[in-house]
């Protein structure tokens, strides 16, 4: 296994950005930079060999300085969409940064995670390779309390496992929820449309959303609508009864809080794919609904229902309802999860 690190760039504060490589025998190719914890590319044979990307970045890091659409970067304080950008907490009301259309905090706020410049360590093990990240929020920073330390590792090992690991400590209570927001394409980052993936979720409930896309607070069946992905189906089979496409929050099936199986996406002409398991209890499907054609890496465009991301998550606008699975970490205790995505070629 090999794992290279180079200066990628600096920010317009003169922040130096660099760059990690991830290659185990193979042939898969991670690639991460210290600046929003971004993976900036995933290069994997297809069924017959050939070498290619298939996940969605920018040839260079002013691409990611111009502003997009979360492409590779980790998402937080508080991943997904919070109601107003307001919440109580232990009697306390706190204001968020409103980054959505003025009217909801979305992924963070105006500079989440995903615009930090983190510190970064290599990391080398018997099986695996990787880089372990880490930043300190300060209190009050987009609105959020406390003081939050956090530790992210990606690591890639000889199995084609990629691993997200997630670890914060605060010294106040506040809202958490850690992902990475990677859009993938097996077919090629840029090749045309996602329909043909076949995907399948071991989720039979799902958070209906009002009009912004906020959880309305009910946990309803997938069961006879068409976000049912218990049984595998290709993406464009339902998504026309759909306004714009799939941005909903799925709960996963399980018992407990341990790792569960909880996604299988392929491609059925390229054989790519991977499968997803996790310790978090929901995950978000999203299609890209609001891509505009943007230019990516090596000249590709990317529109509309061309990538799509399954982010692992808790549940968005958690800490506006009580019913939901708190999403507090307090003092004296640990925010920990774990995604693993194993990818293939059948």
């Known amino acids: 296994m090999e794992l290279r690190r180079q200066f990628y760039g600096a920010t317009p504060d003169g922040e130096k950005v660099d760059s990690f490589t991830l290659k185990n025998s193979g042939g898969m190719t991670a690639s991460v930079i210290t600046y929003g914890c971004i993976l900036t590319s995933l290069r994997m044979p297809d069924k017959q060999g050939k070498i290619g990307e298939i996940t969605l970045g920018f040839d260079n890091l002013q691409g990611y300085l111009a502003g997009h659409p979360y492409f590779g970067a980790l998402v937080g304080r508080f991943a997904n969409r919070i109601a107003g950008g307001r ?7 706190y204001t968020l940064a409103c980054n959505e259309k003025d009217a909801n905090h979305l992924h963070g706020g105006t500079v989440g995670f995903d615009k930090r410049v983190w510190k970064a360590e290599e990391l080398r093990e018997n099986n695996r390779i990787g880089v372990r990240f880490s930043y300190t929020s300060p209190d009050g920073e987009e609105g959020y309390p406390g003081n939050l330390a956090v530790t992210v590792t990606y690591t890639l090992n000889e199995e084609n496992k990629l691993t997200f690991d997630y670890q914060a400590e605060s010294d106040r209570p506040t809202p958490i929820n850690l992902t990475n927001h990677a859009y993938w394409n097996f077919a090629g980052a840029g090749s045309g449309m996602i329909y043909d993936h076949v995907l399948s979720l071991h989720c039979s409930r799902y958070l209906p959303v009002n009009e912004e896309l906020i959880p309305t607070g009910e946990v309803l069946s997938v069961k006879d609508t068409p976000l049912d992905f218990t ?3 290709p993406i464009g089979q339902d998504i026309d009864q759909l306004p714009v496409g799939y941005d909903h929050c799925f709960v996963v099936d399980k018992d407990g809080t341990g790792m ?5 996406l392929y491609d059925p002409v390229s054989g790519r794919g991977m499968e997803i398991s996790t ?4 995950v978000q499907l999203y299609t890209g609904n609001f891509l505009t054609g943007i230019r990516g890496a090596d000249g590709a465009t990317f529109s509309k229902h061309t990538a799509l991301c399954l982010e692992t998550e808790v ?3 958690a800490v506006n309802h009580p019913n939901f699975p708190s999403a507090v970490l307090r003092p004296g205790e ?8 194993r990818f293939f070629t059948e």
């Open 87 to 93: 919440f109580e907490l232990d009697g306390k009301r």
């Open 279 to 282: 310790t978090k209890p929901a």
């Open 315 to 317: 549940f968005p606008d």
């Open 334 to 341: 640990t925010y920990h999860h774990t995604t693993v995505q």
């Open 231 to 233: 049984t595998e189906k």
């Open 260 to 264: 569960a199986a909880i996604a299988r």
